[in-house]
């Protein structure tokens, strides 16, 4: 009787510790602050002597380090008064006598696995996005480094393939517009090539003008979020009224998509990127509003749309009615 009581206690004790148990694991995965790179291992270990210059890796490296010189990147990385752990090739690939000693001692970025490349990049960059924070992001979790997106060598990169082997733009994306964020393509195919069905929608009759050129997928949309901007009260709403002021109120009665209150904020109504409806609404009839209202579909019957009967025209916010009735 006891062995029984006994082994259905473990049991129980392993059903409550067991999640806890597997969250710990999956947070140490994604970061443990003692887990050093390679580029941390590298740089800690080296001394002058291990940094031989730019000359002696062009040896090996011609076209690499001649190439690099036509890159932004190298009028950050000549400068006399760096350090030579932030300096040339070295800076970036780590010192050259550990390289010469075994091949395998080297910062390979497009070798590498992402997460260890992005560490690398980050011993510069950290004013965009801290490592800790990197960890938790979208792109990092995807495996995406920062080479993925970014061209340290110009003409040297492999050339963006785009999924399924076909170009997403090709039919509806006329204009290029090309970035000095050191990117391997334009924006649209850049982001096109891993979120093919975001660039699809674009091809819809109303859609914001990513298309035409005149916005680019980072306007609305930040690569190297931060832990301030994660926290930020607001979020897709504030985004949207950068451009949509119009809809930022403050109104005396806010709708609550408006308002911040619901998860989808804006995108409740609308596609953000775009759709076949009049201001890429999800739908033109009473249906958008009863995604919400359920309580009004079986008594309540509109015309075409709740908001073209001449009724609740106010749908951002209204200050004198609580309804959004006109006026």
Known sequence: MDSKMGLARLRALLLILGPVVFAIGIAHNLYNPLEKSLAERLFSKASS???????????????????????????????????????????????????????????????????????????????????????FTEHAQADVSCVGCHQIHPESDPQIKMRKGADPRSAAFKAKVESNAMLRADEATLCGSCHPAAIMEFRNSAHHPVPEGNMVCSDCHNPHPTVAEKSKQGGLKDTCVTCHTERAGPFVFEHDPVAGIGSDGCKECHRPHGANNPSMLKATTRGLCAQCHTDKLVTHFPAKSCWTAGCHVAVHGSNSSPKFLAP
């Open 49 to 135: 002597k291990d940094y031989v210059g730019d000359e002696k890796c062009g040896k090996c490296h011609y076209s690499m380090e001649k190439n690099f010189h036509n890159s932004p990147h190298s009028t950050f990385m000549t400068d006399v008064h760096l350090p030579l752990a932030k300096k040339g090739c070295e800076g970036c690939h780590g010192p050259g006598q550990f390289h010469i000693d075994d091949e395998k001692q080297v910062i390979g970025f497009r070798k590498m696995a992402a997460k260890e490349a992005s560490a690398a990049c980050m011993r510069c960059h950290e004013g965009s996005v801290s490592p800790a924070h990197w960890k």
